[in-house]
Each structure stands twice: as structure tokens, then as C-alpha cells.
């Protein structure tokens, strides 16, 4: 069986392990924490970085940072991971869902200006599959309306936008480090602020409201409750295992991509064939290769496409239902009609794409497709 995603142990994990607690502190903010924080400033261009214990988690510190309250909206996309819109749910805001483009599933930033109100305080672009969204064009919208630009960059560390890093163009933005995401440390993320106006506050709400942050540097001489909070910062434990996949960003990008080029050559005659769309990359984005899907024709081409891998022992999946269809969505809000949304969320199938996954395996994986559609080419309508 192929499984759509296996976590890699690299090598230098547990021993880094072992070293936390060699070093006697494995809470947060100890060794590995800080060369994480360094290594992510530094390669993605933001003034901070602050890890947190998911991306959900830094979601939720950027909605309290941007003040997100009852009555707000908050403009996003409806095909993306719950947690983008939870954040701000959680808050009491209303998540306003725009619409994606056909190409690369991310929001269609020129629907974004006709979905402002006197009520909407932030727009949360998510780069889906690692793709950039356009966000000159986003920046452009939120300064003229005064909007604060929060990234979901769940998925994309590594990825750029005409040169510049994703996560460090928004004023805030959240990276994933679950198992599912390319670097991983089982369930992890980071808080990323562009700039230093968020610092302060971001400190005390992940250290539980209190002022401990500027205490431990020696700023104050006794720490305090002086905001509210939660507990947003991570085990140095698993600081120590993440450190030993950041180490290797570049040689983990750049294997993904092999193996995503080798499903596009793969793919590419029955895409020339119109049985299947392959994923769109626009002229301004560097992806990191964090998924590769096939777009088939229909709702029922795919669900016999996926039985049919399952049989051949490949494991792919969709996702997601989108927001505004699922039942929390619609019994809170309401309705809401998002054409392209809907149609290509019906369509899309997931492959297996691991940093250990061998050429064989991706050749049996396109075999297994390519079956699909030559041995019943009735099912492909
Ligand atoms: C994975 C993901 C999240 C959540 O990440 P966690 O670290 O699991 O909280 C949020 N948004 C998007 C777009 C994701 O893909």
C-alpha cells in the first residue's frame, strides 16, 4: 500500500531530543526553539518569529492581535482548512467567503474590493497547494481599505511570491509544521510578524497573558498578568525534532519537486487527452511542491477514480468540503453561493507526495491512474 503521507525521521531528530533535555530545559523558548526562530527570520525575511504550538494557534494570536471582535468580517477563501476560520469565529467575527480562481484555487483577489464592508477589519489569503497568491494586488486592496493581512502560509514554507518568501508579505502570517506539511514536527507552527508592531503583545498572549518573555531577558524584575493569553509556545522537545527538518528545507523542497515533476510527466498525456487537469503554477509564484492533485471531470469520475487507486493500493484523498457548504457553516450564517468553489471542490483528488516516496512508487501511482482511465474510458465522462 502507498499511503498519502508518511512523516520521515531524517536522523539527527532524537538526538536532538536527547540534547534538550541534556541541556535542562525543555519548555519553551529554550535551545532549539531559538535556532528554529532564527533559521525561519532569516530564510523567510520577517522580523519574527514565534513558534507556536500549531497554525491554528498562530491563526488565533493574529485574530486577537488585529483586535478581531463581535460583528467583524473577515475575508477569506471557503476552500481552505477550518482553522482559517475558526481563528476569527472564535473571536465573534464572520468569516466572508470569496471566491477561487480556476487556475490555482486560491481566492480571486479581484473579488476581494466587492466584498468589503464598513465591518470588514482583515483579509486571510491562504496559498493553497503552495502557490502564491497574487498579493501585490491583496496589499493593494487592504492598504487603500485599511485592512490587516494575516497569511495562512499552513502550507507553504519554502514557497515565493515573485521572489519574496510566503508569510513574510502580510502583516502577520501562520506557518504548519503537522505532520501533513513538508517540514514537520508532528503537530507544530509558527507566528510570523513582518514587522516589530505586533512583538510585544504577541509575547504576552503566547505566554499566557503574563509579561514572563521580557522578564527571562531581564526587562522587568518580576513577571505578571498583564493581558489575557493562552499557552501558545511548544516543548523545547519539539522544537529540538523540528530543528532537524528545518536543517533541511532546501534538500526536502527540492526532492518534492522531483517527485512532483515526475507525476507531471507522468500525467501529461492524459491532461493533453482532457480526462484530467494538472495543477496550475502563475509566472509569480515559486511553489514548494506541498501537494499534488488531479482535477478529474466530475464528483463521480473522482469518487471511482480514488476506489479504484484504493484497489491498486494507492491511498488518495480529497478535501476539503468547503466552508461554507459544511454544517457549522450553514446553521451559523447561512447560505452563500460560491460557483468556482464549488465545482472544482467536487473534482479535485490528492496523491501521495512524501519526502521518502521513490520513483517506483510515483511510477506505480501514474500507472495505477493512467489504468484507470484507458481500461474504462466510460467513467471518465
Ligand atoms: C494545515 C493547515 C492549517 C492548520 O495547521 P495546524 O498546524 O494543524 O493547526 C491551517 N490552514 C491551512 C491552509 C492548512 O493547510
Redesign the pocket.
Known sequence: MIPFNKQHIFGPELDYVQDAFDQGKVSGDGKYTGLCKSLIEERLQVRHALLTT???HA?EMAALLADIGPGDEVIMPSY??V??ANAFVLRGAKPVFCDIREDNLNMDESLIEGLVTHRTKAVCP?HYAGVACDMDVIMDVADRRGLVVIE?A??SIGAKYKGRPLGSIGHMS?L???E??NISCG???ALLLRDDQHLERAEILREKGTNRSQFFRGEVDKYTWVDVGSSYLPSDINAAFLWAQLERLDEITARRKEITSRYREGFQALADDGVVRLPVTNDFAEPNHHMFYLLANSLEARAELISHLKQRGVMAVFHYVPLHRSPFYLHTFGDCELPVTEDLSDRLVRLPLYFSLGDAEVDRVVEAVRDFFVLSPGRTQ
Open positions: 500549531s497554525a491554528t491563526l481552505t482548512f482553522s482559517t491562504v495562512d499552513a502550507q501562520a504548519s509544521f503537522h501533513t506539511k503537530e507544530g507552527g
